[in-house]
Structure formats: structure tokens, C-alpha cells
């Protein structure tokens, strides 16, 4: 049976306490670069400049790279914001200071730290209005620190938040990175393939043998012919086709939390091809517990790691509504 164990305090702190060779997948969505203020010293996402960002989420990877098994799999979900400095006015006196940058992709003022004098400044190397490429940022220094960057998952949300823009497309995606720390790791291709499509399963199922008409290399066109309409074709074609790196999966409200969490929805795939059943997924930033809960449901055991003690009162409320338990 399952278990998820709630640990309240700083990760960098709390997954050093964790066992060596212990964690079989990592699934986590940090709080974004200069998006919101949770109200919490050592909080993640307030950091002086976007390279402390970066810097401090490269620490948080090498504190837990000894508690992984070498077959690990990591889905790390990171947002990117706006470098708009932008100076306030009379309708802003809410707001205590002159000014600051305005990194929220959501277009809404009040996602901002209002207090922070970290958000009052020009980056010198970043030209205002530009993307700030966090995303990417983020995954070329893990990969510069020996990580390898396995897949740019593009998640694809139809409810997006609205932007009040006439100058760029909205945003209505954000990224996962599937990352490990070796060639070789585990993952489960067939227990998340998509569905074939009606004319595709027509063809497999009445032994069709490839298309004569392309012009293929006699030797290739032999060995395409000898495996389309095998059983062995069959078999491995009705299973599905190979998961796509573009996932399309509207955003789910939670009543208890007023912050985002993660939709169950996008975290399934991550839990069921990146970890083995009955192995164990930690979250360092588990918020609302949304991995808990999908690695409960799918036989996963969780460590959700959790700086806040309300959210993680959140979670647990969570967690009891969905299975009825007491953790």
C-alpha cells in the first residue's frame, strides 16, 4: 500500500535528511521567477536577479542527485516571465515602491510581490519587454552541471490566463523538462502511448504490409514488409503511438489553495512512465500536494517536501477528501 510523508521546512535543508539511492522520480512545479510573494523567508522564486534562480535551483538538483537511484527520472515544470520595468501611478498607490519589473505572464499586477525591493530593478544584460527564457535558462545550466536534458515537454493549457497584449501572441503554454542524471534511466513508454486513430487500427488489423508505393531500398522495403502485418507489428502498433512532447491539458481550480497547483491530469504520465509501481517520488515544492495525491492513486509511495505549514494543511485536507484517509 502506498504512503505519502509530508516534511515541513527549506528543501535544501530537509533533502539532505532523505537516504542515499532512495528516490525513484522527482516530479515538481517550483514557484516561477518573480511571480507571486507566499509570505515565507527562504522562499524559492524571490531570489535578488534571475541567476540566483537558476543558481538555486542547480543547488536544490545537486542536494537530492545522491538520494536518486542511478534510473531516476526528474519532470521539472518551470514558468518564464517578462523583463517590463514599468513605473507606477496613481492608480497603483497600493503598491509601497517607485517601481519594478512586471515578470508575470498573466498580465494581473496583483501576482506581484507588492513589498519586495528585489523586484525594483533593471537587468542590464535583459532589455525590458524582452522573454527572460527562464525555462530554457534553467535546463542549459543544469545540462552544463551534467545533467541530461531528455525531453522539452510543451504543456498546452486551452484555459490560459488572458493577457491584455496587441503587441505578441498570448502565452498559453509552460514547459516540463524531462531530465536524468544518467543515459540510462527508467521509463515506460508503453503505459502512456497514445491512442492510434480508427483507419490506423483498420490497417494493423488486416495485416496491411507498408505502402508499395514509396520508393524504399530493396533491403529496407524486405525488412518492412517481413514486420508490417506480423503479429509482432500488430502487437506492438495496437499498444498505441509513442507520447507526443506536447501535452494539452486544461488547468484545474482548487477550491482550498489560491495559488496555482498543478492539474492531476498533466502529473499522471510523469508518475506512471517515470516510476516503477511502489517506487517512491519526492516533490521539494509540493504546495498543494497534487503529486502526492497522483502518486497515491497510481500505487506510488511520496515525499512531499513543503516550506509553508499551511499548505501543507491544505494538501493533507486534500488527500483525506480524495481517498478518505487521515495523514
Request: glycine share 6%; charged share 30%.
Amino acid at each position: 500500500m502506498s504512503n505519502i510523508k509530508f516534511i515541513q521546512g527549506n528543501c535544501l535543508d530537509k533533502i539532505k535528511e532523505l537516504p542515499d539511492n532512495y528516490i525513484d522520480c522527482v516530479i515538481s512545479s517550483p514557484p516561477y521567477f518573480g511571480l507571486r510573494d507566499y509570505g515565507m523567508k527562504e522562499q524559492f522564486g524571490l531570489e535578488s536577479n534571475y541567476k540566483d534562480y537558476i543558481n538555486n535551483t542547480i543547488k536544490v538538483f545537486e542536494t537530492f542527485k545522491s538520494k536518486l537511484k542511478d534510473e531516476a527520472t526528474i519532470w521539472w515544470n518551470v514558468g518564464d516571465s517578462y523583463h517590463n520595468f514599468r513605473p507606477t501611478n496613481n492608480k497603483q498607490k497600493l503598491y509601497k515602491h517607485p517601481a519594478y519589473p512586471k515578470q508575470s505572464i498573466s498580465g494581473n499586477r496583483r501576482d506581484l510581490p507588492i513589498e519586495s525591493l528585489k523586484r525594483n530593478q533593471r537587468y542590464n544584460d535583459i532589455k525590458e519587454k524582452d522573454l527572460m527564457m527562464i525555462p530554457n535558462r534553467v535546463a542549459i545550466a543544469l545540462q552544463e552541471n551534467g545533467w541530461y536534458i531528455r525531453s522539452e515537454i510543451i504543456w498546452v493549457k486551452p484555459n490560459h490566463m488572458p493577457e491584455s497584449v496587441k503587441d505578441r501572441p498570448t502565452c498559453c503554454h509552460e514547459k516540463i523538462w524531462l531530465i536524468t542524471k544518467n543515459k540510462k534511466y527508467y521509463y515506460d513508454c508503453d503505459i502512456i502511448k497514445e491512442p492510434l486513430s480508427e483507419s490506423s487500427v483498420k490497417r494493423y488489423e488486416s495485416s496491411w504490409k507498408g505502402n508499395g508505393k514509396r520508393d524504399y531500398p530493396f533491403s529496407q522495403k524486405n525488412n518492412l514488409d517481413k514486420y508490417f502485418g506480423s503479429d509482432k507489428a500488430k502487437e506492438d502498433a495496437l499498444k498505441g503511438k509513442n507520447k507526443r512532447n506536447v501535452w494539452t491539458i486544461t488547468t484545474k481550480p482548487c477550491r482550498e489553495a489560491h495559488f496555482a497547483t498543478f492539474p492531476i491530469d498533466l502529473i499522471e504520465p510523469c508518475v506512471l512512465a517515470g516510476c516503477k509501481e511502489g517506487g517512491t517520488i519526492l516533490d521539494p515544492f509540493s504546495g498543494a500536494g497534487t503529486t502526492g495525491i497522483a502518486a497515491k492513486k497510481h500505487n506510488r509511495n511520496a515525499i512531499l517536501i513543503e516550506l509553508n505549514p499551511k499548505y501543507i494543511e491544505i494538501a493533507k485536507k486534500r488527500i483525506q477528501k480524495i481517498f478518505g484517509e487521515l495523514i
